[in-house]
């Protein structure tokens, strides 16, 4: 079975420009979920979709951050402008319902130059 | 303020050892996980505890969440250099909250 897609895996770019990365939940999973990890601040929590519905989006840094889920098999999260302080590993996991164990993808490296 | 504070945050030992991580708060979870991350993949779920003082096994690996619900513990037996990874414990204050993660214990075997 599939699980979680991510896309691209790794991506590097230089600061200012639009950075745009994907995640394929599980088929039938209604809970899609956007992390970040740094060896600084671990694994955080920046959006997650319930039913392709935004619920919670306290964790998103700042408005240069955006996330869409415009249907139940697909969302992506946007920075624009990109800077250096964004490089991270981004996770998208997905589950069941909220409360139900999540699946992670393998993750984009992104790096901003 | 890190919610889930985990110990120690490395730890390398060598093949054959025994060995336990922790996981501690000041709040109380209704329940916690604890996740293995390895190089380049996303962490991948170990065990679900729900119940004060329960205890649940994986092969070598025993789960323990606190009476109290604050805190769990992690001990590995006969650690092997396949165990070797980033243990995240995550926590969920009531069934409908978000998760929250601790930054976890990169752990190394030494074959």
């Known amino acids: 079975d599939a699980g979680v897609i991510q896309s691209p895996r790794h991506e590097v770019t230089e600061m200012g420009q639009e950075v745009t990365l994907r995640c394929k939940p599980i088929?039938?999973?209604?809970?899609l979920f956007w992390y970040r990890q740094t060896m600084m601040r671990g694994l955080e929590l920046l959006i997650y979709f319930n039913n392709n519905v935004p619920i919670d989006d306290s964790g998103m840094p700042e408005d240069r951050f955006s996330a869409k889920m415009p249907n139940a098999s697909f969302s992506t999260l946007k920075i624009q402008p990109s800077e250096p302080r964004d490089s991270a590993v981004y996770f998208c996991?997905?589950?069941?319902?909220?409360?139900?164990?999540?699946?992670f993808g393998d993750g984009t490296r992104l790096s901003i130059l | 303020t890190q919610l889930l504070e985990q110990s120690p945050q490395f730890l390398s030992i060598q093949e054959g050892e025994n060995l336990t991580v922790y996981c501690n708060s000041s709040s109380v979870f209704s329940s916690l996980q604890w996740y293995r991350q390895e190089p380049g993949e996303g962490p991948v779920l170990l065990v679900t505890v729900v119940t004060g003082g329960e205890v649940k096994k994986l092969k070598r690996l025993t789960f323990q969440f606190g009476d109290a619900r604050k805190d769990s513990s992690l001990h590995i037996t006969a650690a092997q250099p396949g165990d070797t990874g980033l243990y995240l414990c995550?926590?969920?204050?009531?069934?409908?909250?978000?998760?929250?993660f601790g930054k976890g214990t990169r752990l190394h075997i030494l074959p």
């Open positions: 996991a997905s589950s069941l319902s909220g409360a139900q164990p999540q699946h």
């Open positions: 088929s039938g999973h209604n809970s």
């Open positions: 995550a926590g969920r204050k009531n069934r409908d909250d978000k998760i929250i």
